[in-house]
């Protein structure tokens, strides 16, 4: 029975992916899970699995392919099926008829012995490919008659760069070799932006006694596509700015408790976690405390309705090297301020090197963007559609203040509330600020 390959839909909101490589060739026998292709989403480089065990018949699509979700990329079956009432139905063209027998023709080095179009591989070795991002088709085999063998695919991680499964695309396309280039991620790994960076051209030389200059961020003239992520990105702000009432509160608070609660947990967690707790952390567990207190600003708008959720899904966005991106920590009202830490640094890391799950980047209910490391004090945010309101962030900074009738030097921090006026009121707004200002202030009120 033949099996159809689909472009899986990996989120609510994805429409469209773009295949970024096929890990097979027609021909290859492939188990139930293996992983056919990579798949990039407006959020993600994800693997895309076999359905069925069998020989992969037929590709539809190609590398670089830009496919609409639910459609057949490719056809598993066995050698023989006849595979032209499926490529007639899905409008592709029909195989060439064999050649009549001959001799074989040589097989690449590289290339394990059998039958033309198929690797060899134990399971291990697949496995083990997959998860360092190793083509078992540049790798020879030293097992029994060419197989490859997990010490081939280690000896090849060794000689292969660490990068994310985007920054190979890059490289690919631009002739790149990733053996020189420096890697910038987690652990020295390259990212796209490292790629980059070697395809720009090198900026003139400083004249001399100047200070040396920084590398521009782009070549100036240069025409970079509105597509992907960006081209995801410019379509949900342009709607959210146009669809939503969107009005902007902005407070300015007290962060002293807020940064001595946040060095005491540094001081008495860090040893345990492996991590210091952040501030992040500790302002999605005072807007989880707020949004349960007030459900009419944890809502969205269902046609001509606002349901008000029963759950508590913060978002963080996230600068990374595709793209502003929102990991979603959930249930964010019912965990501890280190679990939220636990939670935020594994998504943020995924989300980082574009290996984020299917509902890591949606489904959340409030977001909070933060600002201060870069020396902003306010900002206008704008909602991230469907949710109701978005918290600005700016940054901590040393002030003097009226402090018990005193002057004194005091943590200030100014936030912002961007909400949707169609949704609530302005009040009501408020006094969501208001208590998350409180916490803010008095954060120990968390453990009440």
């Known amino acids: 029975?033949?099996?159809?390959?689909?472009?899986?839909?990996?989120?609510?909101?994805?429409?469209?992916?773009?295949?970024?490589?096929?890990?097979?060739?027609?021909?290859?026998?492939?188990?139930?899970?293996?992983?056919?292709?990579?798949?990039?989403?407006?959020?993600?480089?994800?693997?895309?699995?076999?359905?069925?065990?069998?020989?992969?018949?037929?590709?539809?699509?190609?590398?670089?392919?830009?496919?609409?979700?639910?459609?057949?990329?490719?056809?598993?079956?066995?050698?023989?099926?006849?595979?032209?009432?499926?490529?007639?139905?899905?409008?592709?063209?029909?195989?060439?008829?064999?050649?009549?027998?001959?001799?074989?023709p040589a097989l690449p080095e590289a290339r394990p012995a059998g039958e033309a179009g198929r690797i060899f591989a134990s399971p291990r070795a697949r496995r083990v490919a997959r998860e360092k991002g190793?083509?078992?088709?540049?790798?020879?085999?030293?097992?029994?008659?060419?197989?490859?063998?997990?010490?081939?695919?280690?000896?090849?991680?060794?000689?292969?760069?660490?990068?994310?499964?985007?920054?190979?695309?890059?490289?690919?396309?631009?002739?790149?070799?990733?053996?020189?280039v420096a890697g910038s991620g987690p652990g020295g790994r390259v990212v796209r932006a490292d790629v980059e960076q070697m395809v720009q051209p090198a900026a003139p030389a400083p004249a001399m006694q100047a200070p040396p200059a920084a590398a521009p961020a782009a070549v100036a003239g240069q025409m970079v596509p509105l597509a992907g992520i960006?081209?995801?990105?410019?379509?949900?702000?342009?709607?959210?700015?146009?669809?939503?009432?969107?009005?902007?509160?902005?407070?300015?608070?007290?962060?002293?408790?807020?940064?001595?609660?946040?060095?005491?947990?540094?001081?008495?967690?860090?040893?345990?976690?492996?991590?210091?707790?952040?501030?992040?952390?500790?302002?999605?567990?005072?807007?989880?405390?707020?949004?349960?207190?007030?459900?009419?600003?944890?809502?969205?708008?269902?046609?001509?309705?606002?349901?008000?959720?029963?759950?508590v899904h913060i978002g963080l966005a996230v600068d990374t090297d595709r793209g502003l991106l929102v990991p979603v920590v959930r249930n964010a009202d019912r965990l501890r301020v280190v679990e939220i830490a636990q939670q935020l640094r594994e998504l943020v890391a995924r989300a980082r090197e574009g290996k984020s799950g299917p509902g890591e980047l949606t489904g959340g209910t409030f977001t909070i963007t933060n600002l201060g490391m870069y020396g902003?004090?306010?900002?206008?945010?704008?909602?991230?559609?469907?949710?109701?309101a978005i918290l600005g962030v700016g940054r901590i900074r040393q002030e003097p203040a009226v402090f018990a009738g005193q002057i004194a030097i005091r943590q200030r921090l100014w936030l912002s509330l961007t909400f949707d006026h169609r949704l609530v009121d302005g009040a009501p707004a408020a006094r969501f600020l208001q208590r998350i200002a409180a916490l803010v202030e008095e954060p120990y009120l968390l453990l009440a």
Not at 146 to 168: H, K, Q
Not at 242 to 254: P, Y
């Open 134 to 180: 190793i083509d078992l088709r540049a790798v020879k085999g030293s097992g029994p008659d060419g197989r490859i063998v997990e010490a081939d695919v280690l000896a090849a991680a060794e000689l292969e760069p660490r990068a994310t499964p985007l920054a190979r695309k890059v490289a690919g396309a631009a002739g790149v070799p990733l053996a020189g």
């Open 376 to 388: 902003v004090d306010a900002f206008t945010p704008i909602i991230n559609l469907p949710e109701c």
């Open 230 to 311: 960006r081209a995801r990105i410019a379509e949900r702000m342009s709607r959210s700015a146009q669809e939503t009432a969107h009005v902007t509160l902005t407070t300015e608070v007290d962060a002293t408790r807020l940064v001595e609660a946040r060095t005491q947990l540094k001081e008495a967690l860090s040893g345990t976690l492996g991590f210091a707790i952040g501030y992040n952390d500790l302002l999605i567990a005072i807007c989880a405390r707020a949004l349960r207190e007030h459900p009419n600003v944890n809502c969205r708008l269902e046609g001509d309705q606002i349901r008000l959720l029963d759950e």
């Open 1 to 104: 029975m033949i099996a159809e390959v689909i472009l899986p839909q990996l989120g609510e909101t994805m429409n469209e992916g773009t295949i970024v490589q096929w890990l097979v060739k027609e021909g290859d026998t492939v188990n139930k899970g293996d992983v056919l292709f990579q798949l990039e989403s407006d959020k993600a480089v994800l693997d895309a699995e076999a359905p069925a065990k069998g020989t992969v018949l037929k590709i539809l699509h190609p590398k670089g392919s830009k496919v609409p979700v639910l459609t057949v990329v490719a056809l598993i079956g066995e050698p023989g099926d006849d595979i032209t009432p499926y490529l007639s139905r899905l409008g592709a063209v029909a195989p060439e008829v064999a050649a009549p027998a001959g001799p074989s």
